[in-house]
């Protein structure tokens, strides 16, 4: 029997009955049709997160109507002609024991003529300062009163094909700055119809949405309603109105209340929470809610391990917890906390590149741990039919997932690592103030190879001779990257240091710093330095800063080196490192720091591939992955340690 044992009472939310009280938070996959039509992939996805004995899921933001649209390849709710593929979808969910809702949404202001070829509607004009999903953003038209009263049958409409798709219930997407948002946040809403004003006017509009879905799918289908209880913006939602929101939204007939919170424009980012902010930042939050209501609230937000989520709802914090990241990191999250296996769980770790980074992006997301995301079907795990030996040179996390994903296959495997420990780029990666998370990647490859028998040698550097000693029938190298060296004059002054060095204690560090790019690696390294009372200056070629980042990565560090007051200088391209001072020109212009002690190489990084090559060239079965390939990052390094050991 577990300790989270609390995760696994049944509960009922309306008349729909669940097996445990974890529920699936909404999130767009852009797995869908450009149509928004049901895909394979989609239900594969789903099918999974079913099977991982999750109670109820839920699909991503469905667009009511195409105005509403946001992401390109997202789940529509707009026509009839969807309810075909809602069956499939349905129907595979409840055949691998889920429960599956929809959520219902519609983007307002939030949505690009780019995506929809219509002008973008909103409770008043205001635009959204937000404009990472769709560059393009424009000025909203303020909805009319037949605007206003045609969304709401939209919504109701789209509730009738959820229910005749087959769906167990839906959920009204009230939250993070979309149109019902518009209207409960003072923020947005400046209209003085019974629609604005104090926050009952501003309610009406959801209540009414409620009204029309129960009248549409009926007075039994459940409804839930995923509402903004803090909008963590200037004159926006705060919890006294959310309370009333939601005890209005019962009244209405809502069945359960998921508790998020945010807008796109809030800072630090709220709705998708990065590892700045620690696990459970918004219990306070549901607990709030559930004040004010009798039917379940759901609580929210980097949820990330089975026994703080027992205690969230032992404490009466929350009825449910509702799990996005956690389950795309790990669709097995709730089965292995049943059955008490917590170490075994992959955490996610709020890095957000390989999901909502993606969906910034209009790419269909994934996992930066779990590359199966999105793959189902083709990274299923399968026996290999002849056990091979397969010797992977590199334990960080390319040459770990690769030999777990071996291991699993059935091959007997050996990491050799160069290092007296294993973690690769990690070890250095986890260092940086708020980067601590990241270890958490190979700290549970590490567990999971180890419990798979695989064999480990660390502190013995491999060479061409030495992998053929070793008489592996695939050798898989993963030995990374080397630290790129610019042809600057005075590179090679004594005060010039790596940023790898500088992390990892190697190299001691003056007062007054010069780093050298801008990428990730050179704004951590920053980072690090300000943490510690150093003075830092940035200087980057680029006209942007973290440009190999996403955006999560960038809101975080404009945010940190403006509270800090850091010098960034963007197109500035180094042309001399003096004893004491950095030259640069920046538009043609000439311009220098002064007083440096130390200047800081983050320049980005080469691949390390003489032992790979080496080895083609004999005509060994050799496997070359991550960044000994082409210097990138932890995503495309487990990626590719995932997808080689498939074919080996
Ligand atoms: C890739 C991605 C897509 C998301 N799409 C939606 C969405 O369609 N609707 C929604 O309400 N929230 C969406 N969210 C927010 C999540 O539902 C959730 O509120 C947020 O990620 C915090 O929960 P978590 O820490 O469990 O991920 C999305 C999040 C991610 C990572
Ligand atoms: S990519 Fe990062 S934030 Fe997103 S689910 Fe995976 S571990 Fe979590």
Known sequence: M???KKLFEPIKVG?????????????????????????????????????????????????VSQEGKRILCGTGAHDDRLIPGYR????????????????????????????????AIGATVAASRYEGVAQGIEIPREMTLEDIESLIAKFGDAA???????????????????????FLSPHTNKRSDRYGGDIVGRSNFLIEIIRDVKKKAGADFPVLVKLNVCDYVEEGTVPDDARVTAALAEKAGADAIVA????HESRPQRIVPAMSLPPFPNIHLSATIKEAVTVPVAAIGRIVEPLGAARVLEEGKADLVALGRPLLCDPEWPRKAQEGKFEDIRQCIGCNQGCIDMLRRQKPITCLQNAEVGREREFRIERATKPKGVAVIGGGPGGLEAARVAALRGHRVTIYEKAGELGGQVRTGRIPPHRGELGKVTDHLLRQVEKLGVSISTGREMTPAKCRLLGADAVVVAVGALPLKPKIKGIDRKHVAYAVDVLQGKAAVGRRIVVVGAGLVGLETADFCI????????????????????GANRVYFEDRLKEKRVAVHLDAVVTEIGERDVAYVQHGSAGKIADVDTVILATGAVPDDALWKALKEEGADVFPVGDCVKARNVLEAVFEGAKIAREI
Request: contains cysteine; hydrophobic residues 40%.
């Open 531 to 550: 943490e510690k009372g150093a003075q830092v200056t940035i200087l980057e070629m680029l006209g942007v800063m973290a440009a190999d980042t996403g």
């Open 260 to 263: 998020s919170v945010g807008l």
């Open 15 to 63: 008349t729909l009955a669940l097996k445990n009280r974890i529920i699936m938070s909404a999130m767009v996959t852009n797995f869908a049709a450009e149509d928004g039509s049901v895909t394979d992939r989609l239900i594969d996805y789903h099918v999974n997160i079913a099977r991982g004995g999750c109670a109820l899921n839920t699909t991503g933001s469905s667009y």
């Open 2 to 4: 577990s300790d989270a």
């Open 88 to 119: 499939r979808l349905t129907g595979a969910v409840h055949a691998a024991g889920g429960r599956i809702s929809i959520q219902l949404s519609h983007g307002g202001r939030e949505c690009s003529p780019k995506i929809t070829g219509l002008q």
């Open 160 to 182: 009738g094909r959820a229910r005749e798709g087959g769906f167990d219930a839906v959920e009204i997407h009230a939250g993070h700055g979309y149109v019902i948002t518009q």
